[in-house]
């Protein structure tokens, strides 16, 4: 069992930043593979972005590319989402998903496929 902490939303004007961290246990941000998925307020939740580290390929839904960006620190065990130019569509709960397997590429934005979840943090993109 991967323990999974999401930390570092708040509320932010459009077109600000915000950084997003999320700590999980285990080998899964050295090795395994990391995502992040948000859900709005009645709608599906949303792949936004995810790397299998051991292969180095990262993979972002059409919606946040060239706006977000995926990182870690693998000392701390931690993976970051960059969040820049944010607009008020980018209001919700933002998760962070883990696995201990190294995921294909095709298979990165399959939430079925993330064993563990953290508990969300809500974003709030509002002037």
């Known amino acids: 069992q991967v323990q999974v902490v999401e930390s570092g939303g708040g509320l932010v004007q459009p077109g600000g930043s915000l950084k997003l961290s999320c700590t999980a246990s285990g080998s899964a941000v050295s090795s395994g593979t990391m995502a992040w998925f948000r859900q709005a307020p009645g709608k599906e939740r949303e792949f936004l972005a995810g790397?299998?580290?051991?292969?180095?390929?990262?993979r972002y839904a059409d919606s946040v590319r060239g706006r977000f960006t995926i990182s870690r620190d693998s000392a701390k065990s931690t993976m970051y989402l960059q969040m820049n130019s944010l607009l008020p569509e980018d209001t919700a709960v933002y998760y962070c998903?883990?696995?201990?397997?190294?995921?294909?590429?095709?298979?990165?934005?399959?939430?079925?496929?993330?064993?563990?979840w953290g508990q969300g943090t809500q974003v709030t993109v509002s002037s």
């Open positions: 998903a883990a696995s201990l397997r190294g995921l294909i590429f095709s298979a990165l934005g399959e939430a079925r496929q993330y064993e563990n």
């Open positions: 790397r299998r580290w051991s292969f180095g390929s990262t």
